[in-house]
C-alpha cells in the first residue's frame, strides 16, 4: 500500500502507494519531534493508501489552515507504536487495532492517549471478484473452497489453491485459517498492497479467478468489483490465540493514538488531530485521486479540503 511525494517544509520523503514493505524507521527520529519552541508535528505514515490519505489531509490543514511546519515517518504497523510511545512521532491516525500493544503503553506505560475514533469501520476478509461469485454463487462460503482449489492454482502456490495475501509486515491470521480450516490453500505473499493491486487488475481484466485477503475501506472495490467470502463467524476471543485462529476478521473502528506529552502539550495540533474524523466515504475520495489518478497527495488533499469546509472547519473549533 504505498507512492512517493516530496514534502513541502518536511524533511522526511513519504513513500506513498509504491507498494514494497514499510522499512522499519522507529530509530529515524524526526528532526522536528520534541523540539522545543518548535510549532511542528511527526506523524506516523501507514503504509497502505487509506491511512496515507488521512495523513496527507491532515497535514494539509496543519500546514495551510494553522501554520505548523509537518514531518511524515513511514514506520510498520507494530513498530509504530514504539515510535510514537518514545516521541518518534507525535499521532498515529489509523490503527486497526493491536491490543497488546494498546495495554503495554496506554494501559500500563501511560506511553500513549487514545485519540478517539478515526470515524471509519475498517474490515479484513477474503474476496473473490463478483464476476466468478456470480458463476459460482456457493463459492462464497469457505466450505466450498476446495472444490474450487483447482480455479486458483498458480506456479507459487505448490499444486495448491492460491489465497492472495500483500507484504508479509501485515498482522494477518490467513496461515492459522487455512491450517485450522483444513483447506488446500497456500498463502501467497505479493509482496505489498501495490503488487496485489497490480496482480488483481491485471486478473480482473482477463476475468480470472481468484482469492484474495483485502480490506475495507479501499478504493479498489471501485474499479474491481469483489464479494466476500463469508468465514466462520467471528466472537469475542475467537482470534485470541494467533495459532488456533479459525473464525473470521472482526469490524474494527480504527482509532487515533497520540504521544501522551504530544497530547498534553500539542495545543492546537493535538486539539485538532483528536478532533479529526470523516467518514468512509471521504477516506476513499482521498485514496482514489491518490492510488488511482496518481495525483500528488498534497494536491488530493487540497482537492478534499477544497470541497468539503462543512467537513473540516468543526475539526478547528
Not at 519552541?37 to 511527526?42: A, I, P, R, Y
Not at 476446495?146 to 500483500?166: H, I, P, V
Request: charged share 25%; net charge neutral; with cysteine.
Amino acid at each position: 500500500m504505498r507512492r512517493r511525494t516530496t514534502l513541502p517544509a518536511a524533511v522526511a520523503v513519504l513513500a506513498l502507494a509504491t507498494g514494497c514493505g514499510a522499512a522499519d524507521m522507529t530509530k529515524q527520529a524526526s528532526p522536528f519531534a520534541n523540539a522545543g519552541g518548535t510549532k511542528s508535528v511527526t506523524l506516523s505514515v501507514q503504509s497502505w493508501v487509506g491511512a496515507q490519505s488521512n495523513v496527507a489531509v491532515a497535514q494539509y490543514i496543519l500546514e495551510h489552515k494553522l501554520g505548523y511546519r509537518v514531518d511524515t515517518v513511514q514506520v510498520d504497523e507494530v513498530p509504530a507504536w514504539d515510535a510514537l510511545s518514545q516521541g518518534r512521532v507525535d499521532a498515529l491516525l489509523e490503527d486497526w487495532g493491536h491490543p497488546d500493544q494498546e495495554k503495554r503503553y496506554v494501559t500500563d506505560k501511560k506511553t500513549i492517549t487514545p485519540g478517539g475514533d478515526l470515524g471509519v469501520t475498517g474490515h479484513i476478509g477474503w474476496f473473490v471478484p463478483t464476476y466468478l461469485a456470480k458463476e459460482h454463487p456457493d463459492i462464497t462460503d469457505w466450505r466450498n473452497l476446495d472444490k474450487y482449489a483447482s480455479l486458483f492454482r498458480t506456479a507459487e502456490s505448490g499444486g495448491k489453491g492460491q489465497l492472495m495475501d500483500g507484504s508479509p509486515s501485515y498482522v494477518t491470521n490467513d496461515k492459522a485459517l487455512v491450517k485450522n480450516l483444513k483447506l488446500d490453500y497456500q498463502v501467497v505473499f505479493a509482496g505489498s498492497e501495490a503488487a496485489q493491486i497490480t496482480q488483481m487488475k491485471q486478473f480482473a481484466k482477463e476475468k480470472k479467478p481468484f482469492l484474495t485477503y483485502w480490506y475495507s475501506p479501499q478504493w479498489l472495490f471501485e474499479k474491481v468489483p469483489m464479494t466476500e467470502v463469508k468465514l466462520p463467524p467471528y466472537k469475542e476471543g475467537c482470534d485470541a490465540d494467533p495459532a488456533k485462529v479459525a473464525c473470521s476478521y472482526p469490524h474494527t473502528p480504527l482509532q487515533k493514538y497520540l504521544n501522551t506529552d504530544f497530547a498534553k502539550t500539542g495545543g492546537k495540533a493535538a486539539a485538532f488531530l483528536k478532533r479529526f474524523r470523516w467518514t468512509t466515504e471521504d477516506q476513499n475520495e482521498v485514496s482514489l485521486m491518490i492510488a488511482d489518478r496518481k495525483m500528488d497527495p498534497q494536491d488530493a488533499a487540497k482537492k478534499w479540503v477544497d470541497g468539503h469546509p462543512d467537513v473540516w472547519k468543526k475539526w478547528l473549533s
